[in-house]
């Protein structure tokens, strides 16, 4: 009873959600006529999020809110965003959304019994490679990538969830302590994945794959060393890229110059850049800014929108908003007492943020852009789902934490009870 | 017109977003602090059997080891309450359990009377110490800064 009292954050919802009404009132109200779809849209999201909330607070009190708030937050300017360029799109995400709570409530209820992951590690590396070798052959170029499969008419990445399966096959292999020959499998198969991402010109989820490795490893073994020697063979790698793949060498030559091929391959970075000029630090206003005018503007492009119409000062509120998602994450991470749960925490932790720093970085010309999405906020059902599924790991770990510290607190007070039983017993001799 | 009305309205409701924003920013950096410094301390008390709660007298003792307070503590007769008491004599929201710069202090709520060591205090809030005897209504309870270790009891 009310021994670690955790803060509540249904105020902090209820902010989000005035949020999300303010914003939608606006938007009802876009072409000088009241749209219902608008507020209904609102209403449904708002149901939505309320729903999530207190469901998962059912299951445990030991959720971790915040991180449901920021994750929710940054769903509800994507979807704000997604209405204010296309109703219907809009309407698809919501839908993915809802896909994607419950993908989220299935992964709290795994992370239970997190043994099953670590049994089924074999089963992970074969159908990672098998859907990235398959994809290979039959997969749909999209946009410059070949990373989408069909399968019965729905369309999916499968590098979204080969991410979140290499986050559990690097902490398998990484939990047990005692040399090189047990962390070597999953270096392997980083490589490997690496390998097959960079063929199918898939180079942010490569990027990502190769630096959410090392940051894994590097917290699991604390080996500098070898971390820098992977370090070094990745930028090798990167180095190697560059002299034999035509993308890449035209990526970087992007990006050195997006204003040189303004015309045809520069275009979309340059109109980004001046998407975020021409918002400053206040943003045009909701609606009133030009965001079709950028290629890919619901996906990879979203944070040129958003800075765009809300403007650079909201633009770097999103950004801490990612920042406060590694805080909680990491925290989760820290609190788990057992080896397996940590890395998996801090792998989705890492997962989540690097991602957004890759997009966020390419957008802002940084880092060379890399097709990637920015989780909770673009458009994309398997971006989405994924994103929702890491966000369950981290509350399944962190419920976990919680039953754990309350369990060790009563032992402690069974302990103190069963001492002060004895020493009655004493004076009464 | 109308379209002149609506442009100025996005341009106006651009900083209550900002401002939305920023308000929640500031709330999430806030609570993290303060629910990981909760954290802190519960891990504490576990290690080192440090922690600041209070122990009812009877009939209320139910609860072993008693009450293991966090930084602010409603004590009360209403379930909402953090420590809930269920006494015609106590107030629905009867006193506030809270830390200050490292010290401990009670304050009682509206016309809600506390008695320390048998005393009323002079102000409303009042510094409580080691092993004070807190008077609520008929109920009592005792001020205790250390949970003794088990190895040193044993």
Known sequence: MNRVRHMSALGLLFIVMLFELAAFALLSLRDGKFDVWALAFALALIALLFFQYVCLLWISRYADRFLLVIANLLAAIGMIVQYRLSPETAFRQLLLYGVGMVAMFVCVGLMHKPAVFRKLNWAMIVASLALLGVLLIVGKEQGGAKNWITIAGFSFQPSEFVKVALVFIAANYLTEQSGWRDWLPSAIFAILVCGLLVMERDLGAALLVAGTYLIIFYTATGDVRTTLIGLGAGCCGAVASYYIFDHVRARVAIWKNPWATYETSGYQIAQGLMAIASGGAWGLGLTQGLPKSIPAYNTDYIFAVICEEFGLIFGIAVITLYLMFIIRGALVALYARDRYLMLVAFGCTVLITLQSFIIIGGVIKLIPLTGITMPFVSHGGSSLIASMMLLGILEGIAMRNGDMLEDAMDQAMEQDRLANLSKGEDHAE | ?154
């Open chain 2, 1 to 154: 017109m109308a379209a002149n009305a609506y442009s100025l309205a996005t341009l106006v409701m651009r900083y209550v977003f900002v401002g939305i924003m920023i308000y929640i920013l500031a709330r999430i950096i806030y609570h993290s602090i303060s629910e990981y410094q909760e954290l802190h301390r519960a891990l504490r008390w576990l290690k080192d059997g440090y922690a600041r709660h209070i122990e009812f007298l009877p009939p209320y003792d139910t609860q072993e080891g008693g009450y293991v307070l966090v930084r602010s503590n409603l004590i009360g007769r209403s379930p909402r309450c953090d420590i809930y008491i269920d006494d015609r004599s106590v107030r629905r929201r009867h006193a506030l359990l809270f830390e200050k710069g490292g010290e401990g202090y009670i304050r009682a709520r509206g016309r809600a009377k506390i008695w320390i060591n048998g005393q009323r205090p002079q102000k409303r809030t009042a510094l409580l110490h080691e092993g004070d005897l807190v008077r609520l209504g008929q109920v009592e309870f005792h001020y205790k800064l250390k949970r003794t270790p088990w190895e040193e009891k044993a």
